[in-house]
C-alpha cells in the first residue's frame, strides 16, 4: 500500500527506486512481430538515456512547469521522454496518434506546450497548425528511434539530477472530453501518480520477478501510468511490443508471468489455437478499459483456468477499485475499491449517499485523484467537490458483499471502444454540419471485437437524399479513426420523449444487435 511519508518525493525517484544497484537488469525487451534480435534495454540503460532527454529538454528552454506535448508512434523512446520529461520538471502530455490535425490543434492551443514531439510522417500537417499555437520548438520520433528528438538526446550527456518538485507539482495532463465535446485536460500530480502505482504493485502482487506483456498504448493511462509505473516500481520485465498483435502474445507468453489489455485482446486470443499451453506460465491477467462481458471472462477460465482481473478507473483518477489477486473475481464485477481509496454511491438527485444494492452515481476519494481540469475552475467545481470526492458520472452499485457493479453512464455520454474513449457530442456536432443532415444521435452498440462500437443515426433535411457512405466520408478526415461510426443508418425521424429529448436507450435497443455474428 502506498506510504504517504513518501509523497514529497520525487515521483521519478520512486520510480527508479527498485532498480538501484541493478543497472543491469532487464527492463525492455522488443518482442515486436518478426523481431529476429529481441533486442534488451537494461534498467541503467533506460535511465541514463531517460537523463540524457532531461539535459536535451533543458536545454531548449525547458523550464520546471512546461508542457511536453508527443504525438508519436509507441516506442521506448517515448518512454525514456516520459521519464526524462518528469526528470527535468516538466509535465508530460501524451496525445493519442489516432488524432487528426483539427484535434491536436486545440490541444496545443489549450496546452500550449513548449515542445511538440510529432512522428516525421505528420511534421508538415502539424507545423503549421503548431506554429499559430505558439509553439515554436518541434522534434520528430519515428517508430524506428530515427528523428530530431533521439539525435538531441544522443547529443547529451547521462548525467541530470532530478529537479526538485513538490508533491501537488504537476507531471503529466491527460486530456478527456466533456459534454460539449470540449477536451479537458486531467492535471495528474507526483503524488497521485506514485500512490496509484504503488497502491497496485502491491495489490497485484507485482516483484521484480515478473515480465510484463506491454500491448497498450502509451498515450493513455493504461499502458503509460498502469503498466509501465507499475513495472518500474516494482522492477520487473516488460516484453515490449508497438500494439496489440495476437501471434505476438502467443510467442511471448511462456516467458511472460502477466499481460494487461483491454476487452478486445481477450476475445481475439480466444481466437487462438493453443491458448490453453500458452497461457501455463502466466500468473494474472488484468482487463480495463472498458467493460469485460462475462461471457468473454467465462471462456477465458474454461480455457486457460485463469480468472481475468477486471477493473475500474478513469483518466482523472487512474485505479479505483480492482477485483482481488486472493479471492472471487465476478464476473461483471470491478471489485473492491483500492486501499486508501474511497468509494460511495450517491443520489445524483440529493448527493446523499445510497445504501447496498441501490444504483446512483460513483463517486471518489483518495490520493489518486486528480488536481483537477486544466484552465477550467468551473468544471473542476462542478465534479470535483470541496471534501475531495469526485463525481464520476458513472452509474453503479455497491452490493452486499462490497463488490463494484457499473451499471452505465449517468451523463449518457461516452462510447467506449476497443478501450478508447468517444464522446457522441463531439461527432454529432460533426454529422449536423454535413451538407443534407437535419440532425444525428450517436451511440454505443455491442461489439464482439471492441466492446461498444460507435452507430451513427442520421435525419436528413426533408427531400434531401444523403448515403451512409457519404456521412462516414464526409467526417472521416475530422475525426480519429476509432471515433468514427462503423455503421450510419439513416432514418425519417430521431424518437423524442415528451420533453423533446432523444431517447438514445430505444436507439440502443433497436440497433443493438447491428454487429451481432
Known sequence: MYDPSYASNHLVRQLRAASLGRDQAPFLEDASAGSMTGSVTSYGQFFARAEQFANALVARGLQPGDRI??????TQAMLELYVGTVMAGGVFLPLNSAYTAPEVSYFLS???PRILVCDPARLSDLQPIAAEAGVSDILTLAADESGSLTQARDAQSPSFEAVAR???????????SGTTGRSKGAMLSHSALASNSQTLKDYWRFTRDDVLIHALPIFHTHGLFVATNI???AGSAC???PGFDAGAIMDAMPRATAMMGVPTFYVRLLEMPGLAEATSNMRLFVSGSAPLLADTHDRWRAITGHA???????????????????GARRAGTVGFPLPGVELKVASPETGETLRADEIGVLEVRGPNVFSGYWRMPEKTAEELRSDGFFITGDLGKIDTQGYVHIVGRGKDLIIITGGFNVYPKEIELLIDDLPGVDESAVIGVPHPDFGEAVLAVVVPQKGIEISA????????DKLARFKQPKRVVIVDALPRN????????????????SFSA
Not at 166 to 176: F, N, P
Not at 309 to 323: D, K, P, V, W
Not at 498 to 513: H, S, W
Open 110 to 112: 489549450d496546452a500550449e
Open 498 to 513: 415528451t420533453m423533446g429529448k432523444v431517447q438514445k436507450n430505444l436507439l440502443r435497443e433497436a440497433y443493438r444487435d
Open 308 to 326: 481475468i482481473l477486471e477493473r475500474y478507473g478513469m483518466t482523472e483518477t487512474n485505479m479505483n477499485t480492482s477485483n482481488p489477486y486472493e
Open 239 to 241: 516484453l515490449f511490443m
Open 166 to 176: 513538490q508533491a501537488s507539482d504537476l507531471a503529466a495532463i491527460l486530456y478527456t
Open 69 to 74: 506535448a508527443v504525438q508519436a508512434p509507441k
Open 231 to 233: 513495472s518500474l516500481m
Open 469 to 476: 457512405e457519404a456521412v462516414q466520408t464526409g467526417v472521416a
